[in-house]
């Protein structure tokens, strides 16, 4: 496990989840249906659910979207799921929560974002309102600043007054000052307000890698409050997960993050699910979290003509993803296996002997056997067409031995 030492804050319950206080990290992700869809909406949840997010958004923008929200929150919890929802609001939420109570009571948490609570003086009245109801109904609230959404009041009269300043500041310095002044000062305010540090969570997002990592490590010597963390706006594609991965990996490396997202830009028809893929990869890789066997394979070179290596460890991480749902069930901590499956005698030997159980396939000119290795050992030999088959059985019947089932 990571010897990371994350920063010590308190627990936070969310609806059936508790977040912070040294529990493990949440997954969580956001839909992109109309929520007054109810039916749309309450699909994609169940696939990001099965995905393995632990905390769901909901856009919650108006009338229709608050009565979507209230059918489909009845209908997950009458089909059994407890995964909390959360209400994602802007310039209206105050209207909406007193409007319809059903949908504050039902709702596990409620986002806001004081740059745009309220409007022309608006922002500190209509921010009472929303913590008054979550005080009320016992609910939780992130305060999430947004660079792209921030309090202009409190942006323009830090650079007033840093134009009158003797010693300008940078523009850049600025804004990380303006972001966090407005984060700490609704953080406060909602604790003044009686909604308790076990029910507040914030976030502060910016879009650029090294301007949200120096915000959240400026946050973190400040505040014990739970930090959901994520590159706001990070892109699509491989752009957005690397992004994405560099930003979380620096901060979760330092032990600041409680909660993660990943937010990307999905391909057209590409489904939602796959950031929090990445969520739960990036805590995995990082030794903070184990959800899956991890199978380690090499890139392939000029020594790994062919492509059986390659259709092996598809044809493995496949067999892994099929047979984890009984797995989970029979063996306790299979999650933590490590499958190697390597393409020639270069790294494979090594790799597949610091691996729970590994395979080394030959390379060009090498002898057509490939060596197994079971915690480090020599198992056995494999060679002609089924290989693939007889290594599989030697997995099965090292997971019956290494993980007494249940």
């Known amino acids: 496990m990571s010897q990371i030492i994350r920063r010590k804050t308190p627990t936070v319950l969310i609806g059936n989840l508790m977040m912070g206080g040294g529990h493990p990290i949440v997954v969580q992700s956001m839909t992109d249906t109309s929520t007054a869809d109810d039916e749309e909406t309450y699909a994609q949840t169940l696939l990001l659910i099965g995905a393995g997010a632990e905390l769901v958004r909901w856009t919650v923008n108006d009338v229709p979207a608050a009565l979507g929200a209230v059918k489909a929150i009845k209908r997950l919890r009458a089909s059994g799921v407890l995964t909390p929802i959360a209400g994602d609001f802007h310039f209206n939420g105050h209207e909406l929560l007193t409007k319809y109570p059903e949908l504050a009571s039902l709702l596990d948490k409620y986002r806001v974002n004081p740059g745009n609570v309220g409007g022309a003086g608006l922002g500190d009245e209509n921010f009472s309102r929303i913590i008054h109801l979550a005080v009320k109904y016992g609910k939780a609230v992130r305060v999430g600043v947004n660079w792209g959404s ?134 995995q890789v990082m030794d903070l979290r184990y959800f899956s066997p991890s199978i380690t394979s090499c890139p392939g070179c000029g020594r790994t003509n062919s ?96 993980y007494p089932k249940n």
């Not at 090498?366 to 002609?384: F, M, N, R, T």
């Open 307 to 402: 492509r059986y290596f390659q259709v092996l460890a598809q044809d493995i991480q496949q067999y892994v993803v099929e047979r984890m749902p009984e797995w989970l069930k029979l063996y306790p901590g299979i999650e933590r296996l490590k499958i190697a499956v390597m393409g020639c005698v270069v790294n494979g030997p090594g790799e597949s002997q610091h691996a729970d159980i590994g395979i080394s396939l030959p390379g060009s000119f090498e002898e057509p056997v490939a060596p197994v290795y079971v915690d480090g050992q020599k198992h056995s030999v494999l060679k002609g067409e089924k290989i693939k088959e007889e290594f599989i059985a030697i997995l099965e019947e090292y997971i019956t031995y290494k």
């Open 150 to 283: 921030l309090d202009k009041g409190i942006l323009a009269k830090m650079m007033d007054d840093n134009k009158r300043s003797q010693q300008p500041k940078p523009l850049k310095e600025i804004m990380y000052e303006a972001v966090i002044q407005s984060a700490l000062d609704s953080c406060s305010s909602a604790l003044k307000l009686g909604l308790s540090k076990e029910k507040l969570v914030l976030s502060a997002k910016l879009s650029v890698v090294q301007d949200m990592v120096e915000v959240y490590r400026r946050l973190a010597k400040m505040t014990d409050i739970v930090l959901h963390v994520g590159l706001t706006e990070a892109g699509g594609g491989v752009k957005g997960i690397a992004a994405s991965s560099i930003a979380l990996g620096i901060l979760l490396e330092e032990g600041i993050g409680d909660t993660i997202r990943v937010s990307l830009t999905p391909e057209p028809g590409a489904c939602r699910s796959k950031e929090v893929e990445v969520c739960r990869e990036i805590l």
